[in-house]
């Protein structure tokens, strides 16, 4: 018996003797239903018609997504500039470190 309660111990806490908890095996649980719908919603929403349809199922052109990526990362890159251009950040040295540098 001493056996089988090592055995059934060792099942419960793991070969590491790291036990899982409650809001762990639930996690778990949450992210393979996740994985389960995200991998068949396409068959899903196929078979069920207008029951699962959404106002973003839409093709998009790949140079649409890639002019949209690069207006908007010229427009951030504007906006990072200003910001340095400005000195709006009111930056304040804490001192200098052991070699010299400037630490902000």
Same mark, same amino acid.
């Given at each position: 018996?001493? $056996?089988?309660?090592t055995f059934i111990e060792m099942a419960i806490r793991g070969p590491a003797g790291v036990s899982i908890s409650n809001t762990g095996i639930l996690l778990i649980c949450v992210c393979v239903l996740?994985? =389960? @719908? *995200?991998? =068949?919603? +396409? !068959?899903?929403? &196929?078979?069920?018609?207008?029951? *699962? !349809?959404? #106002? =973003?199922?839409?093709? *998009?052109? @790949? ?7 690069? *207006? %908007?990362?010229?427009?951030? +890159?504007? %906006? @990072?500039?200003?910001?340095?251009? #400005?000195?709006?950040? &009111?930056?304040? !040295? #804490? +001192?200098?470190?052991?070699? +010299?540098? $400037?630490? %902000?």
């Open positions: 018996t001493s $056996n089988l309660n996740m994985l =389960f @719908v *995200y991998t =068949f919603r +396409g !068959s899903i929403s &196929e078979s069920a018609g207008s029951v *699962y !349809s959404s #106002k =973003f199922d839409r093709e *998009y052109k @790949v140079s649409e997504v890639l002019s949209a990526a690069i *207006y %908007l990362s010229e427009k951030a +890159g504007r %906006l @990072v500039r200003d910001i340095r251009e #400005k000195d709006a950040l &009111e930056e304040q !040295s #804490k +001192g200098e470190t052991k070699e +010299g540098v $400037n630490d %902000l």
